[in-house]
């Protein structure tokens, strides 16, 4: 096989060559995209302008939101793109600009649910510090480090995926997916990239334990609360964050920790749908659904819409008569 250090594009996994199902594919993911961006824009704009929910809790919460949108917006595109225009190919640039949003966001995602495990912790733990522990200016620290840590996890892992020697072009993903491209080298230089992997294991694991360190001691904590309604009142707002942080851990584990040796292109499909794309799809249902404050800012944003058209017609009538 001749060597290809940098072909000028990568040929995707192709989901069928029948057009009728790329057309139902186009519509599903287009379906699924145009459901993850309404979701997570929702729970943007609410947070943003109901001045009740302008706490640390749900600055991290639009944090997470605006991530699980750049999540979503790295792949489907592209995908959604591809199947309504009978094509494969994405250009070297384009794949090279995947992996590392990909990355970017994966790593700042994981890093805001690691804060906000600690948010919950001195929250429920040290509540008569909380102001002091969690100021604003603390949130904005901590949120702008998680992101700095996304760029620089996107920057080594996408430096180290094309550093090597290429041996072919074509994806077995939909996607330009880390490990499928590492599958394409025919040179030593994988190496690099199968460390990098390995050291962001390593944090994944630290930030992993450090999250049920937390949730250990929040536990006990609310074990001592004397009330019944004071017990569940904590625990509600822990439950949606223990759920995101168990999906987005447990399909992570599901892709990745399986034999590789027997996987066809349709469960390598699959396992990427799910860890990739199910937890940004889901994540603002859960917060929405488990949280009271925020279908409360959505019904009063609903409910402002409304009224201010109303008025703004009762005004173009008045005008007119």
């Given at each position: ?11 995707l ?18 379906t699924?995209?145009?459901?993850a ?13 109901d001045?009740h ?8 919460l ?60 001195a929250?429920i ?6 102001e002091t522990?969690?100021h604003r ?17 996107g920057?080594l ?10 041996c ?8 330009c ?33 450090f ?7 929040i ?15 904590a ?14 851990v ?10 590789h040796s027997?996987?066809s292109?349709?469960q390598?499909?699959?396992f ?13 249902f859960i917060?929405?659904?488990r ?24 005004v173009?009538?008045q005008?007119r008569?």
């Open positions: 096989m001749s060597n290809l250090t940098s072909p000028s594009e990568f040929l996994l192709e989901f069928s060559d029948i057009r009728e199902l790329q057309i139902l594919h186009f519509f599903v993911f287009l699924v995209y145009l459901t961006v309404t979701g997570n824009l929702l729970v943007i704009i609410a947070v943003a302008l001045h929910l302008h706490t640390p809790m749900y600055f991290f639009m944090n997470l939101a605006l991530l699980d949108l750049g999540m979503v917006s790295v792949m489907l595109p592209k995908t959604i793109a591809n199947s309504i225009l009978n094509t494969t190919s994405i250009s070297y640039h384009a794949c090279v600009a995947q992996v590392f949003f990909y990355f970017f966001f994966g790593g700042s995602d994981f890093a805001i649910l690691t804060i906000m495990a600690h948010d919950r912790y929250a733990c040290n509540p008569l510090q909380y522990i969690m200016g603390a949130c904005i620290q901590m949120a702008a480090s998680a992101w700095i840590a996304g760029i620089l996890i920057l892992h996408s430096g180290g995926t094309f550093a090597i020697t290429f072919s072009n074509m994806i077995n993903q939909f996607f997916e880390g490990p499928q491209i590492l599958k394409l080298s025919c040179s030593d230089m994988y190496l690099v990239e199968v460390g990098i992997i390995i050291f962001g294991c390593f944090l994944g694991v630290a930030c992993f334990f999250i049920i360190v937390s949730y250990m001691q536990f006990a904590a609310v074990l001592r609360i004397p009330s019944v309604h004071g017990q569940k009142k625990l509600s707002t822990c439950l949606p964050h223990l759920i995101v942080v168990s999906l987005l447990f399909s992570g584990l599901f892709a990745y920790v399986r034999p027997h996987t292109a349709e390598n499909v699959l990427a749908i799910i860890y990739a794309i199910l937890p940004p799809l889901l994540n603002p917060y929405s659904m949280n009271k404050e925020i279908k409360s800012a959505l019904l009063k944003l609903s409910g402002y819409q409304c009224s201010s058209k109303t008025i703004a017609g009762k173009f009538l005008k008569n």
